[in-house]
């Protein structure tokens, strides 16, 4: 049952909906004849009963977005982040990518949207990549387009789809929708565009804008959404963006990671270098970001004196089985070993490997499990080619750390 539907005046068995709060299931209800809002809260609440029964049937209504702080806090983690999806209506413009990267923001890049093709309805399915629960669908439209009627789907085989609920979402307001139904085992979530509004901005009315899916199951725990975070989010444990969504001029590719892996240990955990970058390349080297720019990409300084070291401290010690190292596509960084360490002194190497010159290239370095809080990347070489930048810099766009989950 969808308990967040219904705000606009409807008609139900007991009289006229002026209007419905229905994230506190707070219905003010007009009776029959009379044309007075209702004041009696016994009655309200009498009546709010039929209506929370009654709003289960409808099929398709309109809603009012909810706050971060509405959505329910035990969905567990999402689902659907970072894995691929199929649009009937492939937008050619750079408005493809951004449906399921973990950015709420409006804009190209985080914000999705299909192509301009008059024929509806059109659909975007996405593959959760092995068969869920599917308890839970969270969908954002931005403040612009004209995208207007959304139906929710779930599939097993990707061919045949069952519907789970529809919105009409409004035209020039930023809006959202939490679709809650009982669990069905899917593998594949479908969006289907209905049918748009009229033409309201510089966009063509046929493009629809979608800036998020997020899915959720059944397993619970803290809600796992990014939805109103300000900055994409990193996935929170193996799934990682598949590499054709990923535009290689602006995000480092990343390798593709084994299903089995618990969360990022390495995700904004402090870490120390012995040759710091004084010109604002000191940060972004385990804040989840994969873009190759400042602020999200991290160096050291160009002194010439090999190695360096940059080590992270994991503040928790763990069996660490995975280290996923990107460099990217600018500068001369070459030959990284990664090696582990328990107590922050003594460190044993897990794999080294030479980066290609021009890149960009991410790396999983596997090895057998090692307890150890402390990685560390020690640059031990560089391309001598200058590549935009001085050759002694050393570059890395991110650090992600794993450890094998326990069965
Ligand atoms: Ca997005
Ligand atoms: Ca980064």
Redesign the pocket.
């Known amino acids: 049952m969808n308990t967040l539907a219904l705000t606009e005046a409807s008609a139900g068995p007991g009289g006229l909906i002026d209007k419905a709060f229905s994230g506190e299931t707070v219905f003010a209800v007009r009776p029959r004849g009379s044309r007075q809002p209702a004041s009696n809260p016994v009655m309200i609440h009498k009546i709010s009963r039929t209506l929370a029964a009654f709003s289960a049937v409808l099929a398709c209504s309109l809603a009012a977005a909810i706050t971060p702080a509405e959505l329910p806090q035990n969905l567990g983690p999402n689902l659907a982040l970072g894995k691929p999806y199929e649009s009937s209506d492939k937008n050619p413009s750079g408005w493809d990518p951004?449906?399921?990267?973990?950015?709420?923001?409006a804009g190209r890049l985080?914000?999705?949207a299909t192509g301009r093709a008059a024929k509806f309805p059109k659909t975007v399915t996405i593959d959760l990549e092995t068969a869920r629960e599917v308890a839970a669908i969270f969908i954002g439209t931005p403040s612009f387009g004209a995208t207007k009627t959304v139906a929710v789907s779930l599939s097993a085989d990707g061919k045949t789809f069952a519907e789970t609920g529809a919105n009409d979402f409004p035209p020039g307001k930023e809006d959202n929708h939490l679709f809650q139904f009982k669990p069905a085992k899917a593998r594949y979530v479908r969006l289907t565009f209905a049918g748009n509004h009229e033409k309201q901005d510089r966009f063509a009315a046929e493009y629809c804008f979608?800036?998020?899916?997020e899915v959720f199951g059944t397993s619970g725990g803290p809600t796992q959404s990014n939805f109103g975070k300000n900055s994409?989010a990193a996935p929170p444990s193996a799934q990682a963006a598949p590499t054709a969504q990923v535009d290689p001029k602006l995000e480092l590719p990343r390798a593709r990671l084994p299903q089995n892996l618990g969360p990022n240990l390495a995700l904004a955990k402090p870490f120390e270098c012995d040759d710091p970058n004084k010109s604002g390349w000191d940060a972004g080297l385990n804040d989840g970001l994969w873009a190759m720019r400042r602020g999200a990409t991290f160096a050291t300084e160009r002194t010439g004196k090999f190695p360096k070291n940059v080590t992270i401290d994991l503040r928790t010690t763990a069996r660490l089985t995975h280290v996923h190292v990107g460099v990217p596509g600018f500068g001369s960084t070459r030959t990284i070993a990664v090696s582990v360490s328990y107590d922050g002194k003594n460190f044993t190497e897990v794999g080294r490997h030479d980066f290609p010159y021009g890149g960009p290239e991410a790396r999983l370095f596997e090895f057998a499990p090692v307890l150890a809080r402390q990685v560390r990347l020690t640059y031990l070489g560089n391309h001598p080619e200058k590549n935009r930048f001085d050759p002694a810099y050393c570059f890395t766009t991110e650090v992600e750390a794993y450890a094998r989950a326990s069965r």
Do not use: D, F, Q, R
Not at 210 to 213: H, N, R, Y
């Open positions: 951004g449906l399921t990267n973990g950015s709420w923001a985080n914000t999705y979608i800036t998020e899916v994409p």
